[in-house]
């Protein structure tokens, strides 16, 4: 099956820092990818599409300018957390559409201290 | 505005005995629905989609478009069923792949 990576898997960071998120698909290429954020005990929840070489399409309410996503390559989607602060400690899952499945990501956990 | 619900956060089971874990949506037009199962420190990865109508490990799911349903059952579990289950739904028929998510099942099947 398809396999998708994110790097890292987990890290922690000071407030006020960013921090990227990288999330490869290795053995297929994905013109769309997806990122979700998952509280403790939660569901997850679609924060952006992200689509190569074009602008991500963000969800209701999440901020544009803080989570930024590129998807430069059609195995490579980035999310970077600009500005972290505590708020946004939590678990981030990416997945990759290949071709009507979404594969997902093993997961970064983020902690702001 | 698309909703899935899953009532229960637990459930717990004897080995061999059936399993039937609940999902109800709420969608305005066409749906797609899908099970996800996350196993022990493992990924998320697809169990089944009702447009498929397979049954995958012995789970099978039926869309009940009257009763907005998708429950997901199987005759005999096994302890290795045990899991965190997630119903998706995709909205216009699956054709924009975005998935919600409910909140999940926790199944624990007991020796």
């Known amino acids: 099956g398809a396999v998708v990576s994110q790097h890292p898997s987990w890290v922690i960071c000071k407030s006020g820092t960013s921090v990227k998120i990288e999330c490869r698909s290795l053995?297929?290429?994905?013109?769309?990818m997806f990122w979700y954020r998952q509280f403790p005990k939660q569901s997850l929840m679609l924060m952006a599409t992200?689509?190569?070489?074009?602008?991500?399409?963000?969800e209701q309410g999440v901020e544009k300018d803080k989570f930024l996503i590129n998807h430069a390559s059609l195995t490579l989607s980035t999310l970077t957390v600009t500005s972290a602060h505590p708020e946004d400690s939590s678990f981030y899952i990416c997945s990759a559409l290949d071709p009507n499945e979404q594969f997902f990501g093993p997961g970064t956990r983020l902690t702001v201290l | 505005a698309q909703r899935v619900t899953q009532p229960e956060k637990l459930l717990s089971v004897f080995k061999g005995a059936p399993v039937e874990l609940k999902c109800n949506y709420s969608y305005s037009g066409s749906p797609e629905l899908f099970w996800y199962v996350q196993y022990s420190r493992q990924r998320l990865q697809l169990l089944l989609r009702?447009?498929s109508r397979e049954s995958i490990k012995g789970f099978t799911a039926d869309l009940n478009k009257g009763e907005t349903s998708f429950h997901l059952k199987k005759p005999f579990a096994q302890e290795e069923d045990s899991a965190m289950y997630y119903c998706a739904l995709s909205g216009d028929g699956g054709s924009n792949y975005k998935l919600t998510f409910g909140k999940g099942t926790l199944l624990t099947v007991n020796p």
């Open positions: 009702h447009i």
């Open positions: 053995d297929f290429q994905a013109t769309t």
């Open positions: 992200s689509n190569e070489g074009s602008k991500a399409t963000y």
